[in-house]
């Protein structure tokens, strides 16, 4: 299967009916699941047996999704979550506790920001946010003893910085701790994390996966490579008997391959009960279907509305990793050798005032709180998506006041950059 391309994984991976069954993945829209003997529903409470007993924890329709995402991230095991920040809450929370630490990329979306710095701060998890662009140097002297996962964003958003993978995995490494991409952006069709050393990978499926603004979820892929038992003393939710189920050791029982899924299924998800809906995960299913043609047509829209806006005046700078004039565009060629996404964030001459007086005009491109969706959109993160950051924040952020964010999604190009042309002039 894994030989397979990505398109190909795109439509077929995760679900292979058998004789007679549905070609299109069945909704097992069904809370609980029937059994003929205690006995056999007791395997499954031991973690003896796999099977679906609730599906506050597990259900087979989420399973065949996270499989065909596992495939596509090249990882061996994926859960569905209710939304991206439940997936990043469960990556980290999984083997973080009280009295951990984080060392996290200060360049990510605000909503994970604010989860790590306060929501997290609170249950006595300690974070170091790092710029991007740190050198080997500044990222080492982020780590302290009670280090326990690095985390970044592979294009961040607002910001569109690009993540260096293979310099922040080489740094969690030789600190003994796993590398956590969220790799929303880009989505595994233009760059795969655990290629370049990523050990878990976390998505809002929310966005380009699902692509049509129907579904909020999330999903965390593991991809197995991380070697739990070698720093046992640094994670022992893995590595020590879990009392709740019966002794077992989630490292020894299901391996480097099954442990960080299976943990976090089996307790994170028992406890917290974040799951997808049924209905939610067949619908991300028929965005995954078509995400391999979506993906180049998102690119083509942002590469060509960026370079327009480059060539306008009242436009003060154009952030989009795929412009050759943009700061990331050595990191995008290395790591996004085939575009990265749609979105492009761009700064008006005028400010705050100036991009609200823009942002009416549009005429296609609609004020949303979303990215990633196959109509276009936009917003001012200063006045939206990050007005809980301080302007100290945001500066590290890098995100000035005026910014705007604007998604291409799948219209036309030549239609996008005359609304845009119009609203500017
Ligand atoms: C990169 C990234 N990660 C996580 C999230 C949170 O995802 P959700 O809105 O599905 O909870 C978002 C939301 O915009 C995002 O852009």
């Not at 859960?79 to 990510?108: K, P, R, Y």
């Not at 995400?291 to 083509?300: G, Q, S």
Request: hydrophobic residues 40%.
């Amino acid at each position: 299967m894994n030989q397979q391309k990505i398109g190909t994984k795109c439509v077929q991976a995760g679900y292979t009916p058998g004789n007679g069954e549905p070609r299109q993945i069945p909704i097992i829209q069904s809370t609980t699941f029937k059994y003929d003997t205690s006995e056999d529903m007791g395997k499954l409470f031991d973690l003896e047996a796999s099977g679906y007993f609730y599906t506050r924890l597990q259900n087979p329709t989420n399973d065949y999704v996270a499989a065909k995402i596992a495939a596509l991230e090249g990882g061996t095991a994926a859960m569905l979550t209710s939304s991206g920040q439940a997936a990043n809450f469960f990556a980290l929370f999984n083997i973080c506790e009280n009295g951990s630490h984080i060392v996290a990329s200060s360049s990510i979306y605000g909503g994970t920001f604010n989860l790590i710095a306060v929501t997290m701060a609170k249950m006595g998890i300690d974070v170091t946010f790092v710029s991007p662009d740190s050198t080997e140097e500044e990222l080492n002297a982020a780590f302290k003893d009670n280090t326990r996962a690095v985390f970044g964003e592979t294009i961040a958003n607002p910001a569109l910085t690009v993540l260096d993978i293979e310099k922040f995995a080489k740094a969690a490494h030789e600190h003994g701790v796993p590398l956590i991409v969220d790799n929303t952006f880009p989505t595994p069709v233009n760059c795969r994390p655990i290629e370049w050393g990523a050990d878990i990978v976390t998505h809002s499926t929310t966005k380009y996966m699902d692509g049509h603004g129907a579904a909020v979820g999330g999903v965390i892929v593991d991809s197995g490579k991380f070697d739990w038992m070698a720093h046992a003393d640094k994670f022992p939710g893995l590595t020590t008997p879990d009392e709740s189920y019966h002794g077992i050791v989630y490292a020894e029982k299901f391996g480097q391959e099954g442990a960080f899924i299976t943990k976090c299924t089996a307790q994170l998800m028992r406890d917290f009960g974040c799951i997808q809906s049924p209905q939610n995960a067949f619908l991300l299913n028929l965005g995954l279907e078509s995400l391999h043609v979506r993906m180049p047509k998102h690119v083509e829209n942002g590469l060509a509305v960026a370079k327009f806006l480059e060539s306008q005046d009242k436009v003060l700078k154009v952030s989009y990793p795929g412009l050759e004039s943009d700061k990331y565009y050595e990191l995008a060629k290395k790591y996004l050798p085939n575009g990265g996404c749609g979105v492009v964030s761009f700064e008006l001459a005028g400010g705050r005032a100036a991009a609200e007086s823009f942002m009416k005009k549009l005429r296609l491109a609609a004020i949303e709180t979303h990215v990633a969706d196959a109509r276009t959109c936009c917003l001012n993160p200063a006045t939206s998506t990050h007005r809980q950051l301080t302007d100290e924040q945001l500066e590290a952020a890098g995100i000035p006041a005026g910014l705007i964010r604007m998604s291409c999604g799948l219209e036309d190009k030549e239609d996008l950059i005359a609304d845009i042309a119009n609203a500017l002039a």
